[in-house]
């Protein structure tokens, strides 16, 4: 066979064009805000580098991916499962810290968040339960039994160490039972006792946590490992909610409406939220161009979390919606996709990896524009990193996959027609 560009670059084509418009916006962005590791790193090029080389393996995959047929997708949900469970009780066990997370394990010398891979695992399993328990009126009466037996011990493993990615992978799974049909009167109960979970949590929170006077970020990471060494023998309490004063503070940060004049504002202890908001405040209509940012020497993870402020501040508002629009067409895309499927689990699958992308990357920006408490999510396809970037180049090969598949069936049944 011939290879040509067709042949590499097959499937959705909006897709593919999207998926490069992220990428390109991902090297110039991560290249201009990656400042600080370039100076801890003595290395002018080595951060993008080292971006650009993961975004390659990632569309190194998302190309073998998308060339893999989606009846192998089932037949790896049951190991997926395995693996994503043996890997976050690892996590939760000997896991790896940092910035105060213990998210991370390395296998044969390969450090990746165990997280990542079970948020497309839950999906996965999720999709194929409801293409499974279809019926002409919707869902047989035990989908949701099923479906809360696949997903809770795996949200329940993760929302320990991240409890941010726990609730959207919720919300993902919420959203897929409403487009699989599942009964109203069971969501509705589904969403009732999330709040009273998320209630609980919060109560938890905040009676555990301790976040009334900690002045800035380094006496905090003082103060935990000081807090460590006197408490040797941590109770099972505490270590569930090890990460209870992080959350208590973020929390009580967001809920605060006291407002503070900007002279008053102290960049010490919120240096985060305070450069976020200098930065897209500064930004006007147009930004002030690529790689002109200022706020991104000052931005604690200006190159991750943060990242859609430095967009702003250096492609002004108008770049910050069309990043926001990429998102929003790639979801509206994926559901064309899946309303061209003839059978239900490739449907199901498509519009749970779209939903699961674009509702990271809106909490993500509104993190950065401070609409939402501050939490460890990047900004999919955008943000600089490892397992996340690769992994979210695959959930896009498995959406390419489908929209292949999918136009295959279209095109014979069209044939068809014109025969009859």
């Not at 301790?210 to 970020?217: H, I």
């Not at 010490?268 to 209509?285: L, M, Y």
């Not at 990357?361 to 509104?366: Q, R, T, Y």
């Not at 390419?400 to 069936?409: E, F, G, P, T, Y």
């Amino acid at each position: 066979m011939k290879i040509s560009i067709g042949n590499i670059f097959k499937g959705d084509k909006v897709i593919w064009m999207i998926f490069f418009f992220l990428c390109i916006i991902s090297i110039l962005e991560v290249f201009s805000s990656s400042s600080s590791l370039t100076y801890d790193k003595a290395s002018y090029w080595g951060p993008v580098f080292k971006h650009t080389v993961i975004l390659l393996v990632g569309i190194f995959l998302m190309v073998i991916v998308q060339n893999i047929d989606c009846k192998y997708f089932k037949i790896a949900t049951p190991f997926l499962l395995i693996f994503s469970v043996l890997t976050l009780i690892w996590v939760l066990a000997a896991g790896q810290s940092t910035n105060g997370a213990q998210r991370w394990v390395s296998l044969f010398g390969i450090q990746f968040q165990p997280s990542e891979i079970a948020k497309g695992t839950i999906v996965l399993a999720v999709a194929q339960i409801l293409s499974a328990m279809q019926t002409e009126d919707g869902t047989e009466e035990n989908t949701f039994r099923h479906i809360m037996m696949t997903s809770c011990p795996l949200l329940l493993l993760i929302v320990f160490e991240n409890l941010s990615t726990a609730m959207l992978i919720g919300m993902v799974v919420v959203g897929m039972m409403f487009f699989g049909q599942v009964s109203l009167k069971t969501l509705g109960k589904l969403l009732g006792g999330f709040a009273l979970f998320v209630v609980i949590m919060l109560a938890l929170v905040l009676l555990v946590g301790r976040a009334e006077e900690k002045p800035n970020d380094r006496q905090n990471l003082t103060e935990q490992v000081e807090g460590a060494e006197r408490n040797a023998s941590p109770s099972l309490i505490e270590k569930i909610f090890h990460r209870a004063d992080t959350w208590k503070g973020r929390i009580l940060k967001f809920v605060n409406s006291e407002e503070v004049t900007p002279d008053k504002f102290n960049l010490d202890e919120d240096s985060q939220i305070g450069h976020a908001n200098i930065a897209i405040a500064s930004s006007e209509i147009v930004g002030k161009g690529p790689g002109n940012s200022e706020e991104r020497d000052m931005l604690p993870q200006a190159f991750s979390d943060f990242i859609y402020a430095i967009i702003i501040e250096e492609l002004g508002l108008a770049g910050g919606i069309v990043v926001m629009l990429l998102y929003i067409f790639l979801l509206f895309r994926a559901g064309r996709i899946a309303d061209r499927c003839v059978n239900a689990f490739p449907a199901f699958l498509v519009m749970g990896l779209a939903l699961l992308l674009v509702s990271q990357a809106m909490f993500n920006m509104l993190v950065a524009v401070g609409l939402a408490p501050v939490t460890g999510q990047p900004l999919p396809l955008i943000s600089k990193g490892g397992t996340s970037t690769i992994i979210n180049c695959i959930y896009i090969g498995v959406i390419l996959s489908v929209s292949i598949s999918a136009k295959k069936r279209n095109t014979l049944e069209n044939l068809g027609v014109e025969k009859l």
